[in-house]
């Protein structure tokens, strides 16, 4: 063997175990969300556990092209549902929120009292920049260690795990998914949202970004 075919194997070789190690450390640790999470996520209200408080998690209420965002009308659905049927008696709307307007958890707070439900069983957290924060903050700043948390399958599997992971009894209720282009984009995030979970769960063991902030229950 010529030295530049030698040259050209010594670099290729340690390329090709990298390229293959990436794929194997996303499933893995799609592997690790799911064996945690799966006795613990439900998709029909009758046979999910009754929970004093229901964690709403938050998205945007339009897409970059200005229409309804399915995920976001199927999430504030579930959440009404289970208290219309008395399976939480309070919403913690968990979400994003800006200076400049954009606030997630006034939206879905706002939506949620049109859908019936009344505003004092409506709590709000300004701080759930992330599926993350949200969770941690949950326990940490609301010292709830019991609830259960409402987004689509894909999302609580990821949502429940960083909770049961943390000490805390965290179910899932899945919304209705939406099929199609939406779907798919969801999807390779969300795997992408599975590796830096498990990195900061079982390696980092982090902390929420704003740990230390007061709870807003009077929005």
């Known amino acids: 063997m ?32 799911v064996g945690v999470a799966a006795d613990y996520c439900y998709d029909s209200p009758d046979r999910l556990p009754a929970s004093r408080v229901g964690v709403l998690l938050g998205t945007s209420k339009f897409t970059a092209a200005g229409t309804p965002n399915p995920y ?20 913690l709307v968990s979400g994003y929120k800006t200076s400049h307007g954009y606030d997630e958890p006034r939206a879905m707070r706002d939506d949620l009292i049109r859908k019936g439900v009344p505003g004092d069983c409506i709590w709000g957290d300004d701080h759930g920049d992330r599926t993350f924060d949200s969770i941690l903050r949950v326990r940490k700043v609301f010292k709830i260690d019991s609830c259960v948390v409402i987004s689509q399958r894909f999302h609580i599997e990821r949502a429940v795990y960083i909770g ?9 209720y899945a919304a209705e998914d939406h099929p199609g282009r939406f779907r798919l984009e969801q999807r390779v995030r969300e795997y992408l949202a599975r590796v830096r979970a ?12 704003y740990a230390d902030s007061s709870p807003d229950q009077t929005q």
Not at 198 to 209: F, G, H, K, M, Q
């Open 198 to 209: 498990v990195i900061d769960v079982e390696v980092l063991r982090a902390e929420p970004s």
């Open 2 to 33: 010529s030295h530049s075919y030698r040259h050209l194997f010594r670099v290729l070789i340690p390329l090709v175990l990298v390229v293959g190690a990436i794929p194997a450390a996303i499933l893995a640790c799609h592997l690790i969300v």
């Open 164 to 172: 049961r992971r943390n000490g805390m009894a965290v179910n899932g």
């Open 72 to 91: 976001y009308l199927a999430r504030l659905e579930a959440a009404r549902e289970l208290f219309a049927s008395g399976k939480i008696q309070l919403i």
